[in-house]
Every structure is written in C-alpha cells, then in structure tokens.
C-alpha cells in the first residue's frame, strides 16, 4: 500500500483512449483512491510504464489481452501485484452510459473492499 494509506488504482487498455480513461475519471474523486490510467499498445495516449506498475497497488485491465501483454512485458513488476481483468470488450467510447455502469459494477468489488483485520 502507498505510505499514504490510499490504494493506487491502475486501469489498463490498449490505446487509454476510451475505456482506461473512463474508469479513471469513474473513480477519480473517491475517498481512499488515487486513480490512473495508461494502455498497452505503442500507440496509446498514455504507454503503460514500469514505473506505473510499481505505482499501482491494484491494476485493472479491461480484457485478458491486455493482462497477457502486462505478464509478457513487466513480468518481474507485475510479479507481487494484484490483477483483475474485468472482461469489458472494445465496444463503448470514452463515458459511454453502459461503460460507466459495467466499470462501477466489476471495478466495485476490488475496489470498495473491507479492509482486512488481524
């Protein structure tokens, strides 16, 4: 966890053109949150980087591709990190009403967790 005791959320697409950028700005403003966004492909607005890795307390990509790509390319980063793939397909734009409610819905869970008690 960050020293701060905020999670570092991290969401991952191909190009962090429509669907990273939209769970971004989804959860930007919750309390105990620090949201970024990136994509895996060389093209993205914002390129996946090791040190976004090694920011990042939970990564949350959009498809199993992109989780594969993060394994193949940061394998020794990734290698202590929680990643969820949410299973939303390249099928909306940047805060598509039905994207928005499929990335509160699946993110929520790893997100809005309890915290864990000795």
């Given at each position: 966890m960050s020293e701060s005791d905020e999670v570092n959320v991290l969401f991952v697409c191909s190009k962090n053109q429509w669907?990273?950028?939209t769970g971004e700005q989804v959860w930007?403003?919750?309390p105990g949150l620090q949201v970024?966004?990136?994509?895996?492909?060389?093209?993205?607005?914002?390129?996946?980087?090791v040190g976004d890795i090694r920011w990042a307390?939970?990564?949350l990509v959009m498809e199993q591709k992109h989780k594969s790509r993060i394994m193949a390319d940061f394998r020794d980063e990734v290698r202590?990190?929680?990643?969820?793939?949410?299973?939303?397909q390249d099928d909306?734009?940047?805060?598509?009403?039905?994207?928005?409610?499929l990335l509160r819905e699946r993110s929520a869970p790893y997100l809005l967790a309890e915290p864990e008690r000795d």
């Amino acid at each position: 966890m960050s020293e701060s005791d905020e999670v570092n959320v991290l969401f991952v697409c191909s190009k962090n053109q429509w669907h990273s950028p939209t769970g971004e700005q989804v959860w930007r403003r919750t309390p105990g949150l620090q949201v970024q966004s990136a994509g895996t492909s060389r093209s993205a607005r914002q390129r996946l980087t090791v040190g976004d890795i090694r920011w990042a307390d939970v990564i949350l990509v959009m498809e199993q591709k992109h989780k594969s790509r993060i394994m193949a390319d940061f394998r020794d980063e990734v290698r202590y990190k929680t990643l969820h793939v949410l299973d939303i397909q390249d099928d909306y734009k940047y805060m598509d009403p039905e994207l928005v409610k499929l990335l509160r819905e699946r993110s929520a869970p790893y997100l809005l967790a309890e915290p864990e008690r000795d």
